[in-house]
């Protein structure tokens, strides 16, 4: 739905429900400058410990029970009231379709209410515009977009303008992150767990696979990986330096892969544009091991390296609301009868003509 283009600053509630982050954020663009107000997250990972993963339905009553205060505590803090929106955002996909509801229909509810416009977000939208949440990121950008229901290579040309140059065929990097995790017993989300792990293992200790390294193309694949683990961990007795080791090992065999792909799409991207950034976002790119790896590569080949602050790495509100203050900026809302989708690619084009099976399907964040 195309309103006129909004002058001036634009402030937006943003709502993020699409997995097992609650979270509420006030953002104001103003100048192609973001400035977080206000923002707030319920992180639902205790009430999901006992069954070893995201369990939908719990998910959604978590956010349903969860979100009107985050609301009510992002609006006090951000102190523009009501009148001071110009209008609320949500993310309407991909994600869990219960919880996706949950936030879309409150968001809506809002915008009926205070007759503001809509914004139903893809939640992979504000992953890739999250870096211009803390840094002046100019278009076009070479993204890795890297989360537990994600691992693409994405050309960021402008808002709502995503090319996928390559994707994972099989696992997410996160989801394996969470399976290796699980796999060796630990608490907590997954990709931290293993982080901290990793800092009192060898990562030369245990020999892993680095899956379609040695084939052409952008694309990737975890789920060798995941067995390869399995395998290591059932080996030996699994002591906690065996433990740590598998871990340190793991995580170094993911900054491999995406090092040495993020180094090709460098040198395809550089063939394209005279715009030299890479940005890496999503959960994963929390990663310290990672982002040092990644920024290396970056820097051999001449391109300027952004990621943004861990906590808008994660699931987060604030990238949600940046993502409606872009799109309302350029005149863009939906009508409050959006449906909520559990699957909707960013690049829509691409999806349709490659469909890539099996990619953030499985996982607790697909
Ligand atoms: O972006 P995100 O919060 O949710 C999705 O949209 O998928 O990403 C969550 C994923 C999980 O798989 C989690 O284990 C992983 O990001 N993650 C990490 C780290 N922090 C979160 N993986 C590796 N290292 C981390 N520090
Ligand atoms: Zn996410």
Redesign the pocket.
């Known amino acids: 739905m195309m309103q006129a283009m909004m002058q001036g600053a634009v402030t937006v509630l943003g709502i993020e429900t699409?997995?097992d982050?609650t979270a509420a954020a006030v953002v104001r663009l103003e100048n192609g400058r973001a400035d977080v107000l206000a923002e707030h997250v319920a992180s639902q990972t205790e009430d999901h410990a006992l069954y070893g993963g995201v369990v939908p339905e719990i998910a959604a009553r978590a956010h349903v029970e969860r979100l009107d205060s985050l609301v009510r505590l992002a609006m006090e803090d951000a102190g523009v009231g009501w009148s001071g929106l110009s209008g609320v955002a949500a993310t309407a996909g991909p994600g869990l379709i219960g919880g996706v509801m949950a936030g879309l229909s409150t968001a809506k509810a809002i915008a009926l209410a205070r007759g503001l416009p809509l914004v139903a977000v893809n939640?992979l939208e504000g992953?890739a515009l999250s870096p211009r949440l803390a840094d002046d990121v100019a278009f076009p950008y070479l993204l890795l977009l890297v989360?537990?229901?994600?691992c693409q290579f994405v050309a960021v040309e402008g808002v709502g303008r995503y090319r996928r140059l390559g994707s994972t065929i099989d696992d997410?990097?996160?989801?394996a992150?969470?399976k290796t995790?699980k796999l060796l017993g630990l608490a907590g989300?997954?990709?931290?767990a293993?982080?901290r792990e990793a800092t009192n293992g060898e990562a030369t200790a245990v020999e892993l696979p680095r899956p379609l390294l040695d084939r052409p193309g952008l694309d990737m694949s975890f789920s060798g990986l995941k067995t390869a683990v399995r395998r290591a961990a059932e080996d030996q007795p699994l002591t906690p330096r065996r433990r740590a080791d598998i871990c340190a090992s793991f995580q170094d065999a993911v900054a491999d892969i995406l090092a040495a792909k993020s180094s090709r799409a460098m040198e395809a991207i550089a063939e394209t544009t005279d715009r030299r950034t890479f940005v890496v976002a999503?959960?994963?790119a929390?990663?310290?091991t990672?982002r040092a790896r990644l920024e290396a590569e970056a820097r051999n080949h001449g391109f300027r390296f952004v990621a943004p602050p861990?906590r808008w790495?994660?699931?987060n509100a604030a990238m949600i609301a940046l993502a409606g203050a872009e799109r309302l900026r350029l005149g863009l809302a939906d009508p409050l009868d959006t449906p909520a989708r559990a699957r909707w690619p960013l690049d829509q084009a691409s999806a349709s003509a490659a469909p890539v099976y099996g990619a953030g399907k499985k996982?607790?964040?697909a």
């Open positions: 699409s997995c982050e939640h992953h989360s537990g229901g994600h997410a990097a996160g989801e992150f969470d995790a989300q997954g990709g931290p293993v982080e999503g959960g994963v929390a990663n310290k990672l861990q790495c994660t699931d996982g607790a964040k």
